[in-house]
C-alpha cells in the first residue's frame, strides 16, 4: 500500500472522531435536558441552538467519507446495462466527477451566506456563537467532499485497480 493511501487513510478517521464526538454531547445534552425539564422543570435553554450547531457538525463531518464510501442511497436502474457493457467503471467515474464539479454551487452559496453571516455580526440567541463559523465548517466539508469525489472520480478512470486494492 502506498504511502499516499495510509495517509488518506490516517486522516479520513478524524472527521468520524468529529462527528462521534457531537453524537455524544448531543445524546448528553438531550438526557440532561429531558432530565432537568421533567424532574426540576428547568431546562436547557440553549438546547435548540445546541443541538443545531451539533447536527451541522455532525451531518457536515462525514460527508466526505460517505460520499467516498458509497453511503448514500442508491438507485441502481443503470447497472444491468453499464454491467452487461463492462463500463461500470466508466459509469461510476462520471457519477463522482459530475457530483463533485455540482458542489461547487453549494460551495459558492453557503460561504456567500457565511460571510453576509459574519458582516452582520450574526450570533446565536443564547450562547452568541457566531453563525459564520457554522457557515464555514460546512463550507469546507462540502469543499473537501467536492475535492474527495473528483479525485475518486478520477481514480475509477485511470486506476481503477488502486480503488479495489484499497477497499479489501
Given at each position: 500500500m502506498t504511502?499516499l493511501i495510509q495517509?488518506?487513510?490516517?486522516?479520513?478517521?478524524?472527521?468520524v472522531?468529529?462527528?462521534?464526538?457531537?453524537l455524544?454531547?448531543?445524546?448528553?445534552?438531550t438526557f440532561?435536558d429531558?432530565i432537568?425539564?421533567?424532574?426540576f422543570n428547568?431546562?436547557?435553554?440553549?438546547?435548540?441552538?445546541?443541538?443545531?450547531?451539533?447536527?451541522?457538525?455532525?451531518v457536515?463531518s462525514?460527508?466526505?467519507?460517505?460520499?467516498?464510501?458509497?453511503?448514500h442511497?442508491a438507485?441502481?436502474?443503470?447497472?444491468?446495462?453499464?454491467?452487461?457493457l463492462?463500463?461500470s467503471?466508466?459509469?461510476d467515474a462520471l457519477?463522482y466527477l459530475?457530483?463533485g464539479a455540482?458542489?461547487?454551487?453549494?460551495?459558492?452559496?453557503?460561504w456567500?451566506l457565511?460571510?453576509r453571516?459574519r458582516d452582520?455580526g450574526?450570533?446565536t440567541e443564547y450562547?452568541?456563537?457566531p453563525?459564520?463559523?457554522?457557515g464555514?465548517?460546512?463550507?469546507a466539508s462540502?469543499?473537501i467532499?467536492?475535492?474527495v469525489?473528483i479525485?475518486?472520480g478520477l481514480?475509477?478512470?485511470f486506476?481503477?485497480?488502486?480503488l479495489?486494492?484499497?477497499?479489501?
Open positions: 504511502p495517509l488518506v487513510r490516517r486522516a479520513s478517521v478524524l472527521p472522531i468529529v462527528a462521534c464526538t457531537a455524544f454531547i448531543l445524546m448528553v445534552m440532561c429531558v432537568l425539564r421533567s424532574v428547568a431546562p436547557i435553554e440553549a438546547a435548540t441552538e445546541l443541538t443545531r450547531i451539533l447536527m451541522a457538525i455532525l457536515f462525514v460527508l466526505p467519507i460517505i460520499s467516498v464510501t458509497n453511503g442511497i438507485v441502481d436502474l443503470t447497472d444491468g446495462i453499464f454491467n452487461r463492462r463500463l467503471h466508466v459509469r457519477v459530475l457530483s455540482m458542489l461547487y454551487w453549494p460551495i459558492q452559496r453557503v456567500i457565511a460571510e453571516a452582520y450574526d450570533v450562547l452568541s456563537i453563525t459564520y463559523l457554522v464555514w465548517f460546512i463550507t462540502v469543499a467532499t467536492a475535492l469525489m479525485a475518486t481514480l475509477h478512470l486506476a481503477p485497480k488502486t479495489t486494492e484499497t477497499s479489501q
